[in-house]
């Protein structure tokens, strides 16, 4: 498998400073095995709603499906000294780091964090690969179609349940909501728009607004040159994965 499987698969891809060369040449058993945990990896709508939109549940499957093939958090240390003397230490830490026979690859997950979390891993991963710590960084994040799709796709779930009221969501056990998310979305009912439509409104701006973590806040800093000069994968899980 390849980035190609990927693009192929609706998933935003996008590499930086070449490291698609770099993955092809010294990395293809980890990109093969990466690119097939990517492409295989479901998330379920109950999951996301049930959760209040964070990253409990389905975000650790992923972390434990990458921990199964070697992807392993890891604190990078890092010493300086100087004429003998050694200086305070500072730390790095990765949630994912594939060690290999070529390098290193440090993999992030940014599922709904916000957006400044973006500049924290590319900047992170700039300092290491200066340090020649690693090779590639990776960062997966929601992809454009994923966060287009959730209004609709939430709503269509609520309307497919049946869920008419705050009662039929506390029966459920979906995330506790605040008295102003209730009231907001009360409020919208009053004005004659239907229960689910207003949930999902409240629930995708609240959740997943534009501040969070997702592909197009990525490919801006990217663009304007954040993390630079560290080779860079981008990848945006698709909506096509959402179940």
Do not use: Y
């Given at each position: 498998?390849?980035?190609?499987?990927?693009?192929?698969?609706?998933?935003?891809?996008?590499?930086?400073?070449?490291?698609?060369?770099?993955?092809?040449?010294?990395?293809?058993?980890?990109?093969?095995?990466?690119?097939?945990?990517?492409?295989?990896?479901?998330?379920?709508?109950?999951?996301v709603?049930s959760?209040?939109?964070?990253?409990?549940?389905?975000?650790?499957?992923?972390?434990?499906?990458?921990s199964?093939?070697?992807?392993?958090?890891?604190?990078?240390?890092?010493?300086?000294?100087v004429?003998?003397?050694?200086?305070?230490?500072?730390?790095?830490?990765?949630?994912?780091v594939?060690?290999?026979?070529a390098?290193?690859l440090?993999?992030?997950?940014?599922?709904?964090?916000?957006?400044?979390?973006?500049?924290?891993?590319?900047?992170?991963?700039?300092?290491?690969?200066?340090?020649?710590?690693?090779?590639?960084?990776?960062?997966?994040?929601?992809?454009?179609?994923?966060?287009?799709?959730?209004?609709?796709?939430?709503?269509?779930?609520?309307?497919d349940?049946?869920?008419?009221?705050?009662?039929?969501?506390?029966?459920?056990?979906?995330?506790?909501r605040?008295?102003?998310?209730?009231?907001?979305?009360?409020?919208?009912?009053?004005?004659?728009?239907?229960?689910?439509?207003?949930?999902?409104?409240k629930?995708?701006a609240?959740k997943?607004g534009?501040?969070?973590?997702?592909?197009?806040?990525?490919?801006?800093?990217?663009?304007?040159?954040?993390?630079?000069?560290?080779?860079?994968?981008?990848?945006?899980?698709?909506?096509?994965?959402?179940?």
């Open positions: 498998m390849s980035l190609s499987t990927l693009l192929e698969a609706g998933f935003n891809v996008l590499t930086r400073n070449h490291a698609e060369a770099i993955l092809a040449h010294d990395f293809p058993a980890e990109l093969d095995l990466l690119t097939r945990v990517l492409t295989e990896f479901r998330i379920s709508l109950d999951e709603i959760g209040g939109g964070g990253e409990a549940g389905l975000t650790q499957r992923l972390r434990h499906e990458l199964d093939i070697n992807w392993r958090k890891h604190n990078f240390s890092v010493q300086t000294v004429d003998g003397h050694e200086r305070t230490g500072i730390s790095h830490e990765v949630d994912h594939k060690f290999a026979d390098g290193a440090a993999l992030e997950i940014e599922w709904n964090n916000k957006d400044p979390f973006f500049d924290r891993d590319l900047e992170n991963f700039q300092r290491l690969h200066a340090l020649s710590a690693i090779s590639v960084g990776v960062i997966v994040t929601r992809g454009a179609s994923m966060q287009d799709a959730f209004l609709g796709r939430i709503t269509a779930w609520m309307k349940r049946d869920l008419t009221s705050e009662d039929d969501l506390d029966r459920l056990g979906i995330a506790p605040t008295a102003s998310q209730r009231k907001t979305v009360a409020d919208q009912v009053a004005r004659g728009i239907p229960f689910a439509d207003a949930f999902a409104r629930f995708v609240d997943f534009q501040a969070t973590t997702h592909w197009s806040k990525l490919d801006d800093r990217v663009h304007r040159g954040v993390g630079n000069p560290c080779p860079l994968l981008l990848i945006g899980l698709p909506e096509a994965i959402l179940i």
